[in-house]
């Protein structure tokens, strides 16, 4: 429609380094529909430019001066619940990751990833999707695959138990894995062709997927099938 202007998609970006700063700003400034209205370099900072401007998106580094991520991730989940937190670090280990996810962040990036995966983490969670760095979604699923898993994340209304997989996925992916056609998936498992492909689809976007040998190489890790 002529004169209605469409809604930036609004960030701010918090990290204790200005070169990390300058550098997101110039990578996010350049997407269509993404605006970035701020940053911060400190805990306390960001918890000022995420009340003041609601953006849609916080950015945020984990290690952050005077207030912790951990800290601010839990307290704009409770006083901003219309911003998404995606939480950049340079750290990784599934403890952490358990605790980022418990705070309340949506997504979670490597900085080593951030070239590959910083967009399409935020196009995930602009749609409320949830985006792991490839090597949390891949603990994530075998922990829950074996039972093991604590993970718990609520977010806005949506609430993530154990794993980003469902037991009706993991079924999908164990017998797309052995060989088996979506049709012959759907006839299995009792459900239609289109519900298989809806869940192939889903699948592929949750553990961050590039392709179908990835899920068979995730399907032998995990022992979901025999070679």
Sequence with gaps: MI???????????????AVVRRGLRSLLDAQPGIKVC????????????????????????????????????RTVREQCPSTTVLVLTMHYSEELARDVLRAGALGYVLKSDADADLLAAIDHLRHNQPFYTSALALTMAHTFVHGQSDFSHVSGDKLLSGSPLTNREVDVIQLLAEGKSNKEVALELGVSTRTVESHRTH???????RNFSELVRFAVRNNLIEL
């Design 38 to 73: 701020a940053e911060a370099s400190t805990g306390a900072e960001t918890l000022d430019c995420v009340r003041e401007l609601k953006p849609d998106l916080l950015v945020l580094d984990i290690t952050m001066p005077e207030i912790g991520g951990l800290e601010v991730t």
């Design 3 to 17: 004169g209605v202007d469409i809604k930036p998609y609004r960030v701010v970006v918090a990290d204790d380094h």
């Design 203 to 209: 699948i592929m976007h949750k553990m961050n997927f």
